[in-house]
């Protein structure tokens, strides 16, 4: 089995900066695409930012130029970098990825349990 655990987030407030990191174990190949996803109350999940394994990055036109997302393919982390934070951003961040986990399967979706981010204006 292969799971995603996320940390940081917390309360800040507007125009101040958070980092939220993932870290994937458990049986691992490969992993494809790796980012996060948010989900505010009342809301659909939607993508925050992804990068691929070839180094692809797409990114929420919400987030442009203010979050960062960087991976770590030897320690298989992805850590989201959040500058200039605004209200609007509140939201549970979750942790996903596409996982190979060995030679027989193929790549399979998981998430994390998600971590709460919220910003006061």
């Known amino acids: 089995q292969a799971q995603l655990v996320e940390s940081g987030g917390g309360l800040v407030q507007a125009g101040g900066s958070l980092t939220v990191s993932c870290a994937a174990s458990?049986?691992?190949?490969?992993?494809?695409?790796m980012g996060w996803y948010r989900q505010a109350p009342e809301k659909q999940r939607d993508l925050v930012a992804t990068?691929?394994?070839?180094?692809?990055?797409n990114y929420a036109d919400s987030v442009k130029g203010r979050f960062t997302n960087s991976r770590d393919d030897a320690k298989n982390t992805v850590i989201l970098q959040m500058n200039n934070l605004k209200p609007e951003d509140t939201a549970v961040y979750y942790c996903?990825?596409?996982?190979?986990?060995?030679?027989?399967?193929?790549?399979?979706?998981?998430w994390g349990r998600g971590t709460q981010v919220t910003v006061s204006s």
């Open positions: 990068t691929t394994a070839r180094g692809r990055i």
């Open positions: 458990g049986t691992i190949l490969r992993i494809d695409t």
């Open positions: 996903f990825a596409e996982i190979k986990r060995n030679y027989g399967s193929g790549y399979v979706d998981y």
